[in-house]
Nanobody
Framework: QLQLVESGGGSVQAGGSLRLSCAAPGYTFVSSCVGWFRQAPGREREGVAS???????QYIDRVKGRFAIYENSAKTTLYLQMNDLKPEDTAMYYC?????????????????????WGPGTQVTVSS
């Protein structure tokens, strides 16, 4: 079982920035669909951003222009750079991945039978 681990969460004031990381020992995100998700208390999990094996990126409208998903050159670590954070960004953030070289989206990633998830990292934004 792949053990993804997220890190980089924390508490910041509105307007601040955080960078989340996601990795697993000895694992590379080669030929993979990867994504970031979040879930706030009392709300359903939502997909935030996805990155396909071919480099196609998708974001939900609420984070466009503020968040960036990317990998390091070795494809061993997935990042989510979050700028201009807002209180409504407060949530537990999760990374997920699946071996899949085709079209990738957070919706598709959720449905892939071979997906793997991390335990999450908490992001809290105060006003």
């Amino acid at each position: 079982q792949l053990q993804l681990v997220e890190s980089g969460g924390g508490s910041v004031q509105a307007g601040g920035s955080l960078r989340l990381s996601c990795a697993a020992p000895g694992y590379t995100f080669v030929s993979s669909c990867v994504g970031w998700f979040r879930q706030a208390p009392g709300r359903e999990r939502e997909g935030v951003a996805s990155l396909s094996d071919s480099g196609v990126i998708q974001y939900i409208d609420r984070v466009k222009g503020r968040f960036a998903i990317y990998e390091n050159s070795a494809k061993t670590t997935l990042y989510l750079q979050m700028n201009d954070l807002k209180p409504e960004d407060t949530a537990m953030y999760y990374c997920a991945t699946a071996r899949w070289g085709g079209d990738c989206s957070t919706k598709a990633l959720t449905s892939m039978p071979n997906n793997n998830w991390g335990p999450g990292t908490q992001v809290t934004v105060s006003s």
